[in-house]
């Protein structure tokens, strides 16, 4: 089982999905931004990482907002959404093709990843 974790940014009441590049699985689906952990790492310190990788911006990890499963042919993948916030750095495009602040209301109209579709289902249906 590989395990990924995921950012929920919230800034002044919109959501940060990141597009992914065009390359890869899912290409070009939009998600909550995030990564694989790496060996020895926390799941908040796999986060915190891949956030300033991907994103350039320092956050600080919240809790656990959702898990999910997704299993395919050939592998599993675990996946953990927190809470993030931003911290310092303004976010930009280093390791993804696309960025944008989103109503809660509005995720559903983005071509999410399906992982990333129910819990911005959830996000909508609850609220920030």
């Known amino acids: 089982m590989i395990a990924v974790v995921a950012g929920i940014v919230i800034r002044d009441g919109l959501v940060m999905l990141c597009q992914r590049k065009d390359a890869g699985p899912e290409a070009l689906k939009w ?28 956050t600080r990890v919240g809790r656990v907002y959702d898990v999910r499963l997704r299993r395919y042919p050939d592998r599993d993948i675990l996946l953990l959404f927190y809470r993030c916030a931003l911290v310092s750095g303004t ?6 093709a696309a960025i944008e602040w989103v109503e809660p209301s509005r995720l559903a109209a983005y071509d999410l990843a399906p992982a990333d579709a129910a819990v911005a289902a959830r996000l909508a249906e609850e609220g920030l």
């Not at 986060?47 to 300033?52: N, P």
């Not at 976010?91 to 993804?96: F, N």
């Open 31 to 58: 998600e909550f931004p995030g990564g694989k952990l790496e060996p020895g790492e926390s799941p908040e310190q796999a986060l915190v990482r891949e956030l300033r990788e991907e994103l350039d911006v320092e």
């Open 91 to 96: 976010p930009r495009c280093v390791d993804c």
